[in-house]
């Protein structure tokens, strides 16, 4: 095991090594944020000196060889617009996103899941019938919809919810729900197809004759055999939620690292883009290592070595 984890740490390497370079290369793309940090009547000269300060007159690979030289401690520049360390920033939002992702996955396992269970087992009948056109509503209704339409009818008209903002439970709820209503119908809708090819297989039908209780069956037999698929697609969409979901963190003001993104894609503040991009790809790496490690505790029959 320990062999393995030191494998995939050090294939995960030249990823970041990859993901550093590329968005470095693809923010100064994006143009000269100096028109953007600077009033429109300000001076030639303190333009340059603007450029000069923060090393955007350098040639692009003299810029690219500070960076990774500062990327490679840590450091990733100072933010062109708070004029604060860019990673901290980042690490600033991120238990705002932690805790908004947490709270999205917590509510779509626990509605999800059993509604994809239920289905399978009930397959034809009015109450699959019903799943599934919900699960079909839930992937087709895009969460900037939902989320609008919540807050004008939770929030505006019935008063029951806040509008936005962090800091009481009331709060987290709207945009909770809002993202966990598309991640529902997704994981019902792998949990449904993989629990239909499980309860057709010969240990399923060997446990009903010996006379096992059938909610023991379908709940603890069947389910952990089908749930490999459903934790994949746990692992991915949870390391997209750590990411950041900068539409709805945008809509609902919840002050997380997909909002700091997107307001610094706006600014072309390029260190704290570098930053998010980087805690992002982290994220998203080291929540895959912890799904291949599940694996294992699933099924006995995967070993690493």
């Given at each position: 095991m320990a062999s393995y984890l030191l494998r995939r740490l050090v294939l995960t390497l030249p990823v970041l090594a990859g993901i550093v370079v590329i968005t470095f290369l693809l923010t100064r793309l994006s143009g000269d944020p100096?028109?953007?940090m600077l009033p429109p009547n300000a001076t030639d000269e303190a333009r340059e000196a603007f450029r000069s300060v923060n090393g955007l007159d350098r040639p692009l690979w003299e810029q690219f060889v500070v960076f990774a030289g500062r990327a490679l401690m840590g450091d990733f520049g100072a933010s062109l617009r708070?004029?604060?360390?860019a990673m901290g920033l980042v690490v600033e939002r991120l238990p705002a996103t932690i805790e908004l992702a947490f709270a999205t996955m917590a509510l779509a396992l626990v509605v999800g899941i059993p509604a994809g269970v239920v289905s399978a087992y009930h397959r034809g009948s009015a109450t699959d019938t019903s799943i599934r056109t919900v699960m079909?509503?839930?992937?087709?209704?895009?969460?900037?919809?939902?989320?609008?339409?919540?807050?004008?009818?939770?929030?505006?008209?019935?008063?029951w919810l806040p509008t936005g903002g962090r800091g009481s439970l009331a709060q987290l709820v709207l945009p909770a729900t809002t993202l966990a209503f598309n991640l529902v119908a997704l994981i019902a809708r792998v949990t449904r197809s993989c629990m239909l090819d499980v309860l057709k297989q010969d240990y399923v039908r060997t446990a009903r004759a010996k006379g096992v209780w059938e909610a023991r069956v379908v709940w603890l037999h069947?389910?952990?055999?089908?749930?490999?698929?459903?934790?994949?697609?746990?692992?991915?969409?949870?390391?997209?939620?750590l990411g950041g979901v900068v539409v709805t963190e945008t809509i609902f003001s919840w002050p997380g690292v997909g909002r700091l993104a997107i307001q610094a894609i706006y600014a072309r503040d390029f260190p704290v883009v570098q930053a998010v991009v980087f805690v992002f790809a982290v994220a998203f790496v080291l929540v895959n290592l912890v799904v291949d490690l599940l694996y294992a505790a699933l099924d006995p029959r995967i070993s690493y070595k």
């Amino acid at each position: 095991m320990a062999s393995y984890l030191l494998r995939r740490l050090v294939l995960t390497l030249p990823v970041l090594a990859g993901i550093v370079v590329i968005t470095f290369l693809l923010t100064r793309l994006s143009g000269d944020p100096t028109d953007l940090m600077l009033p429109p009547n300000a001076t030639d000269e303190a333009r340059e000196a603007f450029r000069s300060v923060n090393g955007l007159d350098r040639p692009l690979w003299e810029q690219f060889v500070v960076f990774a030289g500062r990327a490679l401690m840590g450091d990733f520049g100072a933010s062109l617009r708070f004029q604060q360390p860019a990673m901290g920033l980042v690490v600033e939002r991120l238990p705002a996103t932690i805790e908004l992702a947490f709270a999205t996955m917590a509510l779509a396992l626990v509605v999800g899941i059993p509604a994809g269970v239920v289905s399978a087992y009930h397959r034809g009948s009015a109450t699959d019938t019903s799943i599934r056109t919900v699960m079909l509503l839930g992937q087709a209704v895009p969460s900037f919809f939902l989320g609008v339409l919540g807050i004008i009818v939770f929030a505006v008209w019935l008063r029951w919810l806040p509008t936005g903002g962090r800091g009481s439970l009331a709060q987290l709820v709207l945009p909770a729900t809002t993202l966990a209503f598309n991640l529902v119908a997704l994981i019902a809708r792998v949990t449904r197809s993989c629990m239909l090819d499980v309860l057709k297989q010969d240990y399923v039908r060997t446990a009903r004759a010996k006379g096992v209780w059938e909610a023991r069956v379908v709940w603890l037999h069947a389910l952990r055999n089908a749930f490999i698929p459903v934790l994949t697609v746990i692992g991915l969409q949870f390391g997209l939620l750590l990411g950041g979901v900068v539409v709805t963190e945008t809509i609902f003001s919840w002050p997380g690292v997909g909002r700091l993104a997107i307001q610094a894609i706006y600014a072309r503040d390029f260190p704290v883009v570098q930053a998010v991009v980087f805690v992002f790809a982290v994220a998203f790496v080291l929540v895959n290592l912890v799904v291949d490690l599940l694996y294992a505790a699933l099924d006995p029959r995967i070993s690493y070595k």
